[in-house]
């Protein structure tokens, strides 16, 4: 199994397909087609943290730079920067 991405590792259910996606709507990161690959991942799976827009912690994040504060206190950006420095 290859590293997990964000809706993975944070069961969000927001992937297309994905459990809350109907109900919630689906995440950016998981149709963010121009990052597949990054990090290893899956469309902006392991890229969220750099693309505007991106649905975590129940609401809508704005651009990487507003986001900045939430994401470095994320688990998951965690595990990536401790992966990919």
Known sequence: M??????EFKKCGREPGG???SELGI???ATFTSADGFCGGKN???ACAFI???LCGGKVQ???KEKRKNCEQC???VQ?????G
């Open 44 to 46: 902006g799976g392991r």
């Open 80 to 84: 990536l920067k401790a992966e990919h």
């Open 52 to 54: 505007t827009g991106t």
């Open 27 to 29: 995440c950016k990161a």
């Open 62 to 64: 704005g651009t990487s």
């Open 2 to 7: 290859g590293k997990p991405n964000c809706w």
């Open 19 to 21: 459990a809350k996606a």
């Open 75 to 77: 688990a998951f950006f």
